[in-house]
């Protein structure tokens, strides 16, 4: 198939861009989202890509993080040039501290560990925190500095990515969501929203915790539950912090306009977007046991999103039994933005049949049932 019709349902990091990687690749691609490109869990997001943090417990994430992050810098290279847009990303590493013995042991092995995998990494000790990290709680006994590491501003990649799929001849529709996805003869994939039906060569499901609500014609339901997470930006004098600073209760990026962004709550409360002042005072708490200076900084915006999670907290990324022609990329959790490249590479793949990727194994669909 060399110019496919592609329908992309949701329009936050995943669908904006799959939407801009398929239509680089020559795809027709349309967009369909509810909402404008950005929001669901995309507008909270601290956007910090650190596989060799998140992925500590789950080797498949620490794996495909990895693969993803070294495709980063390439990937905002192609937003930023085919938008004409400028995207905040730095590769300004993670400096993970710890506050108990079993921390130190943990993070020093970890450290070890990386650095036999050539993974630049180095122990910090608190004696030494004035080189890197100067404000950062002098009673932490010591600290990980992982320099791959970074983040990436996760609106102006949504934005840029958007854009760069819209110059590229995609169409985005602001109207209602989708509603069911079933098969069509011909070899068609069909998509109702309240409105309207469409059809397709291929259809991408990419709407994060919504996912579940949307019938997928003779599939399981899609098992995919919301996750709230909040998180707060803070005012500072520029240069308070140079690393995304991490600890046990959370942490902090450094924003280019001197802010810090303090992340994050994590909250089992249903599709509730809204923010709550116990969330952010466990922020503020949280923001001060990393760096005390910030315990009296001025707030100046709390964002919430719903963290789409599957069964495992692994993706789920691969092509639909039920319906032919449909693709998953849902379910990405805590890491949608570490992994936003890789996923529009697979998907991409996917859509123009360009062989199986073995990393669909682990996050193949039918590992949760019939879908
Ligand atoms: C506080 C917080 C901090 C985070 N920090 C990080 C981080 O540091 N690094 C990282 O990698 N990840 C982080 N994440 C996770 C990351 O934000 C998510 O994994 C990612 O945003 C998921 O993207 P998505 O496009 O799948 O879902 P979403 O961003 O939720 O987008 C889904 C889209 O689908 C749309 N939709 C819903 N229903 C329908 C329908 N029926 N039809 C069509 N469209 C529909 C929604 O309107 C929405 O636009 C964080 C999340 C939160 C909440």
């Known amino acids: 198939m060399s110019t496919p019709a592609v329908i992309v349902v949701g329009a936050g990091i995943i669908g904006c861009t799959v939407a801009h990687e398929l239509a680089a690749a020559g795809a027709r691609v349309q967009v369909i989202d509810a909402r404008r490109p950005g929001q669901g869990a995309t ?30 810098d390439a990937f905002i290279d192609r937003a930023r040039r085919d938008s004409g847009q400028d995207v ?22 970890l450290s070890a560990a990386l650095w036999k995998e050539g993974v630049e990494a180095r122990w910090v000790p608190p004696q030494a925190f004035g080189d890197h990290e100067p404000l950062v709680n002098a009673d932490a006994k010591g600290a990980l500095l992982i320099t791959p590491h970074g983040f990436v501003g996760v609106t102006s990649l949504t934005l840029a990515s958007a854009a760069a799929a819209e110059r590229l001849g995609a169409r985005f529709k602001v109207e209602t969501g989708a509603i069911r996805i079933h ?8 998509v109702d929203t309240m409105s309207s039906s469409w059809d397709a060569d291929r259809v991408v499901l990419c709407a994060g915790s919504w996912s579940s609500q949307i019938t997928v014609e003779g599939a399981d339901p899609i098992p995919v539950k919301p996750v709230r997470g909040q998180l707060i930006q803070l005012k500072t004098t520029a240069g308070a912090i140079h690393h995304v600073v991490w600890g046990p209760d959370g942490y902090l990026v450094p924003w280019p306009d001197g802010s810090v962004l303090v992340g994050s709550t994590v909250e089992d409360v249903g599709f509730d977007e809204n923010y709550t002042e116990e969330g952010v ?27 789409p999670r599957g069964p495992d907290d692994l993706p789920i990324l691969g092509p639909s039994m039920a319906v032919p022609g449909l693709i998953y990329a849902t379910a990405h959790y805590r890491n949608g933005v570490m992994l936003a490249p890789l996923t529009a590479q697979l998907v991409t793949d996917l859509v123009f049949d360009r062989g199986a990727d ?12 019939h879908l």
């Open 43 to 72: 507008r909270a997001s601290a956007g910090i890509l650190a596989p060799y943090i998140e992925g500590h417990g789950l080797s498949a994430l620490r794996t495909f993080g990895g693969r993803s992050l070294g495709l980063f």
């Open 88 to 109: 905040i990303y730095q590769r300004n590493g993670t400096f993970e501290l710890a506050f108990s013995d079993a921390d130190v042991d943990r993070l020093s092995a």
């Open 183 to 190: 098969h069509i003869p011909a070899g068609r994939v069909g």
């Open 281 to 307: 005072t466990k922020l503020r708490n949280a923001a001060a046991g990393l760096v005390p200076s910030l315990a009296d900084a001025p707030m100046m915006e709390v964002r919430t999103g719903l963290r």
């Open 358 to 369: 073995p990393a669909l194994r682990d996050l193949s669909p039918t590992r949760h049932g």
